[in-house]
């Protein structure tokens, strides 16, 4: 029975229809029904949470090769089949995803009053979407699957949204990353035409000529680099962040940046070694400015959420960074900060929905000495200030030091200004938690004031936990992830 | 024995678990913790105290027979990488920690008292106790990556610290602004670090001195870059321990707690950056470049701290700018080379910057209940005077404090500067000119505040005078305490006038005994104390206790015998790293010698004591009515001339040398016409763009719409006309090779 029970544990077909069957079983239920909807919900999502950790135990770290691999015939005569497995550098964005899901149905528990039920299902198909974009070892399917995780954002922003400009910003979200993926697009022809096949495998081994390889990195980059996103095509980001309701804005912020992240580290590198090689300029500078350009524009916004939104553009920016400087600290490093990312703008996002929920506005101006009146979401939203900027014993810390490391060793004037941001970074959270947190209290604005209660705790401790777990123990990645990553180095012939 | 090094690793979590049981007691169980919350404090002495067994068991056995002690662990691996966290305990170690723990136990024992009102009391434990961990934890680092890492955690306890009261808006500026200027110095310290990391491939002290060294003495790596990385280090040492450009956190810090300024702005925290100096001397002492460059900040620190202590009101303020000169001579001391004097130094003075900081918050609690609970009131020496009456024994123990400071004989602070001054005269005449002048503007200022707080009469009624025009209550400025942005000349003349005999008593006349009678009674309605008390027993014990560190802590430094050469403990203590100690350690061989050295400099200090007296003294009632003096300053054109010179030092020194307007101007309003930048960008452009292309394509839509107009013959026309189009393409240009090539590999 038990050896059973660890057989359908120990593939990859527990968690991606499990969400799946979670988001049809609802709509046989009537909409009045609301609870046990919900609670089907958060119940799909937790058991999709507890698959993951299994293959992690099961996990075998000494090898680069993929684990846990399935395949499905789904075009055979073009020779296209589906893949799905998991290797060191894909597990953690699984295991993510599985842990944002449940937080976002609960953080939605009682907000969410129209269309509870399409929430609950849009929330469990972006899960299927997205655990399956992490498994998967096929490009056209990363072609496919990233471009439909867009929709059920979407709708998300779209219905959900708090304000008249979330058309506005669903639109310019949609048509953002569309745009990318059209370059992405005229690529997987161009792969099938040479190969013959899209198993990555396959193409892995396959030599590209260079000239080939230039053209498919810049398709590849040109959608990569809307969803990370990078300096001139960012905008949709702070804007689908503010206008997105609060758990929208936790998935948004954890999730689909990472894909552009995923999508470098999966294909870009490993498959065009040379062509990354020659265009590590075209990545380093625009990650520069951005770090340096988008905590300035930062300092000026007056919009909490959207001073939070911004911080992401320079994070994974700075993530970009460690990818395009092929040694083994920067590709090494920049795993974790992805994962750690995952955790810390949702966070500061949730901070800003409690304070939200309690008094409907989210500029600066209206903030002040809350923590005379609220004492435990001061401490909280701390944790993750100190988080967001990196400092020591967080989760942050982990990737970007080696990252640092790492850029200082390619190109030393990339990582002076990445450091730079270090300090810019300081000053806006700073700046931020300064005027919310200190300072006089304003009665003139805000009149009723509750801490947060224990549902609002409960979604906030597995963050801290995390954040504090990652920063003070952080073996577990270089351990998971080692293997793999060298592999992709020496793949590359970096060295 | 051996135990003793293989249990130190505990030293830096002793304190910690304070923290967290007063952290979860506070989430978990609030109403409990906070019940029995007196009691809380016996546990953190208790820890603190054991930790400082352990650290005074390590140095006994470091002065006895001192040998270094290191052990490791991995944190996290790679093949390439690895990041490692260990603890080194050699003398550096054993010195910080038995400093940081003996005067982190007398702070916490005083703060019991100081702090037994506040209601944040739980809170400034669990602070203290995680800042003497991670203060602790720095001096043990056995790497580059450690430092760093309780580096920013040091900057976090001083930024949760001076933000204790975090609803006075000067303080939520005041943290950020501390917070920010340390983020400065912590880039310079990450960029050093991956600059000495590319060099050596090693963050392990031992390993990079030695690689470092090696690389060095063979060219092997450009000496330009070494110094590059050394001095980005250095920016690090300058940001946390208050040097020149990088100092201007350090007044402003002053508005945490008073045990908070003792602790961490005087005796340990400000040290961590002389202490990444220190442990970083076996790789500068290659690097002449620096050493020049550190001695050279080190003066000119020494030198503007102390004119900018010269003229400020606040009594903890006047304190910060002297511990910033005196950090200044430690830098300098490492600079010139001399090692012995610069620890000695620190030593000495950290305990007596901790024990007037100390007697300053006595003070400033006996005048609380009678001027007010705001820092402007309470801390203001304008308002006090004539405090010897009251507070007799905080008296006694300030003015030995302030005598050490100034440098008189029988005190700690005169034997360690004077082995810095001889020092310095030795390495080079020209830098130890403006240390030897700042001796006399040490002891003036030191004993102006000693003067304006205990001698003469009580002052209460200045309170009226003394403004509080500042509109800073409902603002969070992003930089500090606001400096004005229109800097109206006018404004700062008629304060001047108003103010200019707080620096000199010329305009001050005596004060009439009925007048302070009558004020005081005014205000014993007011309030329920009419004259100020002494402190209580708990508070009183702490600095009874390090004015016997003060009394006798230079003693380690002194050699007794005189036959045999570096008899003293402090020597015997360095011992391991002997090749640090500056060469001519000889000079305190001779007693003749060393006495006709002190005596010059102890000549200039009490010549600034003196001026001290007279311009701020109560005798100076007396000799006002003597003609001579009055001749003297009353000669008119002389007169003049004097008052010019007073008012611009008084300009100079209140505004403290114009260096925080000026970083306000340039840097802050700099940024801040950068941000706007940025937001025009990304609003008007970045987003104009994509507006731009929606419409656009709207009216491409438009016009599209009027060709559809359902003319057969428009199509046909259309239709003709782009098909030979395609045709002339292929006719004529063929088909683009390039495409060919990306296309069929």
């Given at each position: 029975?038990l050896e059973h029970?660890c057989e359908?544990?120990?593939?990859l077909?527990g968690?991606?229809?499990c ?5 049809i079983t609802?709509?046989f ?9 919900r ?8 058991i999709t949470?507890?698959y993951p950790p299994?293959p992690r135990?099961q ?10 691999v399935?395949?499905?015939r ?5 020779n ?7 290797d060191?550098?894909?597990?953690f964005f699984?295991i993510l995803t ?5 937080i976002?149905?609960s953080?939605?528990?009682s907000g969410?009053r129209?269309?509870g039920?399409?929430y609950?299902?849009a929330s469990l ?6 655990i399956?974009v992490?498994c998967?070892l096929?490009p056209?399917?990363f072609?496919v699957?990233?471009?439909?995780v867009?929709?059920?954002m979407l ?10 400009r979330?058309i506005?910003a669903?639109y310019q979200f949609?048509?953002y990353?569309?745009l990318?993926s ?24 396959t030599e590209?000529?260079?000239r080939?390889q ?13 969803k ?5 095509v960012h905008?949709?980001?702070?804007e689908?962040h503010?206008e997105a309701?609060t758990?929208?804005?936790?998935i948004?912020?954890?999730i689909?940046s990472?894909?552009?992240t ?9 498959m065009?070694p040379?062509?990354t090689?020659r265009s590590?300029?075209?990545?380093y500078?625009?990650s520069?400015?951005?770090i ?6 930062t ?12 911080s ?5 920016n700075?993530?970009?960074i460690?990818?395009s400087?092929s040694?083994i600290?920067?590709i ?15 966070a500061?996002?949730?901070c ?7 008094h409907?506005t989210?500029?600066a ?8 009146t609220m004492p435990?979401?001061?401490?909280i939203s701390?944790s993750?200030t100190?988080?967001?900027?990196s400092?020591?014993?967080t989760?942050?810390?982990?990737g970007?030091f080696?990252i ?6 390619r190109?030393s004037?990339v990582a002076t200004?990445?450091?730079l ?10 700046w931020?938690y300064?005027?919310?947190?200190s300072?006089n ?7 009723k004031?509750?801490d947060?209660?224990g549902?609002?705790?409960s979604?906030f401790?597995p ?5 504090v777990?990652?920063?003070?123990h952080p073996?577990v990645f ?10 992709l180095?020496?793949?590359?012939k970096?060295? | 024995?051996?135990?003793t090094y293989?249990?130190a ?13 007063i952290g ?7 109403k409990a913790?906070?019940?029995i919350?007196r009691i809380w404090?016996?546990p ?9 067994g352990?650290?005074a068991n ?7 027979g ?8 991995s944190?996290?691996i790679?093949i ?14 054993s010195?910080m920690s ?6 982190g136990?007398m ?10 009102h506040?209601q944040?009391?739980l809170r400034?434990f669990?602070?203290?106790s ?12 056995s790497n580059l990556?450690q430092?760093h890492?309780?580096w920013?955690?040091v900057g976090?306890?001083s ?5 204790f009261w975090?609803?006075?808006p000067i303080a939520?500026s005041?943290c950020q602004?501390?917070f920010?200027?340390n983020r400065v110095g912590?880039f310079?310290?990450?960029l ?5 990391y590319?060099?050596?491939g090693?963050?392990e002290?031992?390993d990079?001195f030695?690689?470092a060294?090696?690389?060095?003495h063979?060219?092997?790596v450009s ?6 990385c050394a001095s980005?280090l250095?920016v ?7 040097q ?7 007044p402003d810090a002053?508005e945490g707690?008073?045990?908070i300024?003792?602790l961490?702005h005087?005796?340990t925290?400000?040290a961590?950056?002389i202490?990444l100096v220190a442990r970083l ?12 460059f ?7 620190t ?6 900018f ?5 606040d009594i903890k303020?006047s304190?910060?700018?002297s511990?910033m000169?005196?950090?200044?001579y ?5 600079g010139?080379?001399s090692y012995?004097?610069?620890?000695f130094?620190l030593i000495t003075?950290?305990y007596?910057?901790?024990l007037?900081?100390l007697g300053?918050?006595?003070i400033?609690?006996?005048?609380e209940?009678i001027?007010?609970y705001?820092p402007e009131k309470s801390?203001?020496m304008?308002?006090m005077g004539?405090?010897t009456?009251?507070v007799p ?8 404090g302030?005598?050490?400071l100034?440098?008189i004989p029988p ?5 360690s500067k004077?082995e810095?001054?001889?020092d310095?005269w ?11 002048f700042?001796i006399g ?7 102006r505040?000693y003067?304006?707080t205990?001698?003469?009469?009580l002052?209460v009624?200045?309170q ?5 025009k500042n509109n800073?209550?409902y603002?969070?400025s992003l930089?500090?305490k606001?400096?004005?942005?229109t ?12 103010k200019v005999?707080f620096?000199s008593?010329?305009?001050y006349?005596?004060i009439?005994?009925d007048?302070i009678?009558y004020?005081?009674?005014y ?6 104390s009419t004259y100020?008390?002494?402190s209580d027993?708990?508070m ?10 003060t ?6 430094g002194?050699s ?5 050469m570096?008899?003293?403990i ?12 500056h060469?001519?350690?000889n000079y ?6 060393f006495f006709?050295?002190?005596?010059f ?7 600034g004591?003196f001026i ?13 009515n003597l003609?001579l003096?009055n001749s ?5 054109p ?5 008052d ?5 030092i008084?300009?100079w020194?209140y505004n403290?040398?114009y260096?925080?307007i ?10 801040r016409r950068?941000?706007?930048l ?13 507006n731009?292309v929606?419409?656009?394509?709207s ?7 009027y ?9 046909l ?8 189009i395609f045709l ?10 390039i495409?060919?090539q990306?296309?069929?590999?």
């Open positions: 029975m029970l359908c544990y120990s593939d077909s968690p991606i229809p969400p799946v069957l979670g988001s609802p709509l239920i009537p909409n009045s029904r609301i609870r046990p909807i609670l089907i919900g958060l119940c799909a999502s937790l949470f507890l299994v135990i996990f075998d770290p000494s090898t680069a090769k993929s684990q846990f399935e395949s499905l789904w075009l055979p005569y073009e296209i089949h589906l893949y799905i497995g998991i060191g550098l894909s597990l699984v599985t842990f944002l899901i449940p976002c149905i953080v939605g528990w969410m129209s269309y039920k399409e609950i299902t198909i972006r899960e299927f979407l997205m399956a992490s998967m096929d056209l399917l072609y699957l990233p471009e439909s867009p929709i059920p709708i998300i922003i779209g219905v959900w949204g708090s304000r008249q979330k506005k669903a949609f048509l990353t569309s990318g059209v370059f992405m697009l005229l690529a997987i022809p161009l792969i099938l035409l040479q190969t013959g096949t899209t198993d990555s495998q396959i193409l892995l081994t590209f000529s260079e080939r230039i053209f498919l990195w810049i398709a590849s980059f040109a959608s990569f680099a809307v990370v996103p990078m300096v001139p905008i949709w980001l702070p689908a503010v309701p758990a929208g804005s936790v948004l912020a954890g689909p990472k894909l552009g995923h999508g470098f580290l999966r294909f870009s590198i490993p065009f040379e062509a090689l590590t300029p075209f990545i500078t625009p520069a400015i951005a340096i350009y988008t905590p300035s524009t300092s000026r916004q007056i919009d909490l959420k959207k001073i939070i939104a911004y992401p553009v320079a994070h994974m700075l993530v970009t460690g990818m400087s040694n600290q920067g090494g490093g920049s795993i974790p900060p992805m994962s750690s990312h995952g955790l810390v703008p949702p500061l996002f949730l800003v929905g409690v304070l939200y929920d309690r409907k989210r500029l101006r209206y903030y002040g000495g809350s923590v005379s435990n979401l001061p401490t701390f993750s100190l988080a967001n900027m400092s020591p014993g989760s942050s810390f982990i970007e080696p640092s490391v790492g850029a200082f060793q190109n004037l200004l990445a450091a941001g270090m300090i810019l970074g300081a000053a806006y959270s700073l931020l300064n005027r919310v947190v300072g209290f304003k009665p003139d604005f805000l009149h004031f509750s947060p209660n549902r609002e705790v979604i401790l963050f801290l936990v995390g954040l777990r990652m920063g003070v073996k270089p351990d998971c992830m080692h293997t793999s990553v060298s592999n180095v020496q793949h590359g970096f060295h | 024995m051996e135990h293989q249990y690793w505990i030293i830096p979590f002793l304190p910690l678990t304070v923290t967290m049981s979860f007691g506070l989430i978990l169980i609030p913790t906070k019940n919350r404090v016996f953190s002495i208790f820890l603190l105290s054991i930790a400082m352990f650290s390590l140095s006994i056995q470091q002065i006895n001192s040998f270094i002690y290191q052990y490791l662990w944190w996290t790679d390439d990488f690895s990041l490692e966290f260990g603890y080194l305990i050699d003398p550096l170690t010195i038995i400093l940081i723990t003996t005067v136990v702070i916490l024992i005083y703060s019991d008292n100081y702090m037994s506040d944040g009391y400034f669990a602070y203290m995680f800042s003497n961990t991670s203060m602790l934890g720095l001096v043990t680092s990556i430092i890492i309780f920013e955690l976090m306890c930024y949760l610290l001076i933000g975090f609803t006075r939520a005041a602004k501390a920010v200027t912590d310079g310290l990450l050093g670090i991956l600059g000495l590319w060099i050596t090693s963050l002290f031992r990079l030695e690689i060294n090696n690389l060095i063979n060219n092997g000496s330009l870059f070494a110094t590059l980005l250095f690090g040492a300058v940001a946390k321990s208050a020149f450009p990088l100092h201007v956190w350090l002053m707690p008073t045990p300024s003792a961490i005087a005796a925290m400000v961590a950056g202490f001397i076996p790789l500068f002492i290659d690097i002449p470049y620096i050493m020049n550190i001695s050279l900040l080190g003066v000119i020494v030198l503007l701290g102390a004119t202590s010269l003229a400020q009101r303020r304190l910060a700018y511990t000169s005196q950090l200044g430690i830098m300098l001391a490492l010139i080379g012995r004097a610069a620890l130094h003075h950290a007596s910057k901790a007037l900081f300053s918050g006595s400033i609690h006996s005048m209940p001027v007010g705001s801390q203001n304008v308002l004539g405090l009456r009251y024994i905080t008296r006694t123990t300030f003015l030995l302030t005598l050490s100034c440098g005190l700690a602070c005169f034997w004077d810095i001054l001889n310095s030795l390495y080079s005449p020209i830098f130890a000119i403006i240390p030897y700042t503007l040490t002891a003036f200022y030191m004993f505040v003067l304006l205990f001698d003469g009469y002052r009624y200045f009226n005078h003394s403004s509080t800073l209550f603002s969070i930089w500090g606001e400096a004005p942005k800097f109206n000349k006018n404004l700062l003349l008629s304060t001047m006038n108003n005999y620096f008593k010329d305009t006349k005596i009439d005994n007048k009678r004020f005081s009674t205000f014993g309605n007011k309030y329920t100020p008390h002494e027993n708990t009183l014990f702490p600095l009874l206790v390090l004015v016997l560190f009394l006798f802590v230079g003693s380690i002194i007794f015998d005189q036959e045999v570096d008899f003293d402090l020597s015997k203590w360095l011992t391991p790293s002997p090749n640090l100690l060469p001519n350690s305190s061989v001779n007693w003749y010698e006709t050295n002190s005596i400099s102890v000549s200039i200090a009490i010549f004591l001290a007296y007279i311009l701020y003294g109560s005798v100076y009632s007396f000799f006002q003609d003096i003297f300053v009353k000669g008119s002389k007169r003049i001339i004097l010019q010179i007073k008012s611009v008084y300009n020194s403290r040398g260096i925080d000026f970083y306000t101007r340039v840097l802050v309003m700099g940024i950068l941000t706007e940025t937001q025009f960008f990304d609003r008007h452009i970045i987003d104009g763009i994509t731009g929606g419409l656009t394509s009216l491409i839509g438009e016009g599209i719409r060709m559809g107009g359902g003319r057969i013959s428009s199509y026309f259309l239709y003709f006309f782009y098909v030979s002339l393409f292929f006719l004529f240009i063929g088909i683009n090779p495409i060919i990306v296309f069929m590999g």
